[in-house]
């Protein structure tokens, strides 16, 4: 009996380290280059985007603006997305995310992670 119960283990063993082989890569999404907050409009809903610019106001619980060169939009952040970091409204951000449409409301970004640039002050006039 004991030569049978090893024989199945070990089969059992050889057949699912075949298995694991055969199965393809998880997904990973891919960001794009950095999306002009102008060009979110254009965008379909789910799309990965990347943000470039600063975050400006907080409008709620993990809700916020942010701002570039092009115009703003509100962004999503959620408490596990922020990794230890704190963020001055002077302070260059990346964020790569998805971007969110609704039928009435206007497009958000729902944030996967940030980055924070080095240290670029802007003047008072430039918020």
Same mark, same amino acid.
């Given at each position: 009996?004991?030569?049978?119960?090893?024989?199945?283990?070990?089969?059992?063993?050889?057949?699912?380290?075949?298995?694991?082989?055969?199965?393809?890569?998880?997904?990973?999404?891919?960001?794009?280059?950095?999306?002009?907050?102008?060009?979110?409009?254009? !965008? =379909?809903?789910?799309? /990965?985007?990347?943000?470039?610019?600063?975050? #400006?106001? &907080?409008?709620?619980? $993990?809700?916020?603006?942010?701002?570039?060169?092009?115009?703003?939009?509100?962004?999503?952040?959620?408490?596990?997305?922020?990794?230890?970091?704190?963020?001055?409204?002077?302070?260059?951000?990346?964020?790569?995310?998805?971007?969110? !449409? =609704?039928?009435?409301? /206007?497009?958000?970004?729902?944030?996967?992670? #940030?980055? &924070?640039?080095?240290? $670029?002050?802007?003047?008072?006039?430039?918020?």
């Amino acid at each position: 009996m004991n030569k049978f119960t090893l024989t199945i283990f070990t089969a059992a063993a050889l057949a699912l380290t075949a298995y694991s082989r055969l199965r393809p890569p998880a997904e990973k999404t891919v960001y794009a280059a950095v999306t002009p907050v102008s060009r979110l409009a254009a !965008k =379909a809903n789910r799309n /990965p985007v990347t943000l470039q610019g600063h975050l #400006i106001s &907080k409008l709620g619980p $993990e809700k916020y603006l942010f701002r570039d060169p092009s115009g703003s939009v509100a962004v999503i952040i959620e408490n596990e997305d922020w990794n230890g970091l704190y963020i001055h409204r002077s302070d260059k951000v990346q964020i790569h995310g998805e971007l969110r !449409k =609704a039928w009435f409301f /206007p497009p958000a970004v729902n944030s996967a992670f #940030i980055q &924070k640039f080095p240290t $670029e002050r802007l003047s008072r006039q430039q918020y």
